[in-house]
Nanobody, 126 residues
Framework: QVQLVESGGGLVQPGGSLRLSCAAS????????MAWYRQSPGIQRELVAA???????NYADSVKGRFTISRDNAKNTVYLQMNSLKPEDTAVYYC????????????????????WGQGTQVTVSS
């Protein structure tokens, strides 16, 4: 009942910038924290940045000072502005949401923290 759709990935040279977007849709009642993760081949998926419903943020040490996470609650969208990109930032980036949604089969609301988008590829290379 909830979909997360990422966009904005692509190929960029070292030192360049990209802005990722993740839009949540469906029978959404409330969105709590949202986050960006990334995964490279052979490496476990890792947290990149997260933001609470109140706007509190946290970042992986490897991206502090270069990446900025933000959200537009009116649009149910979270963004990741990535500056000063490095080759080691190359990965598939996934959006994650902690969301309460309406379940029509049971006429109830339920909260899950494991909503994921399909991923968007970011490649940093000259």
């Amino acid at each position: 009942q909830v979909q997360l759709v990422e966009s904005g990935g692509g190929l960029v040279q070292p030192g360049g910038s990209l802005r990722l977007s993740c839009a949540a849709s469906g029978r959404i009642s409330r969105i709590y924290a949202m986050a960006w993760y990334r995964q490279s081949p052979g490496i476990q998926r890792e947290l990149v940045a997260a933001i609470t419903s109140g706007g509190t943020t946290n970042y992986a040490d490897s991206v502090k000072g270069r990446f900025t996470i933000s959200r537009d609650n009116a649009k149910n969208t979270v963004y990741l502005q990535m500056n000063s990109l490095k080759p080691e930032d190359t990965a598939v980036y996934y959006c994650n949401g902690d969301i309460t949604s309406y379940q029509p089969m049971t006429s109830t609301y339920s909260r899950r923290s494991d909503y994921w988008g399909q991923g968007t590829q970011v490649t940093v290379s000259s």
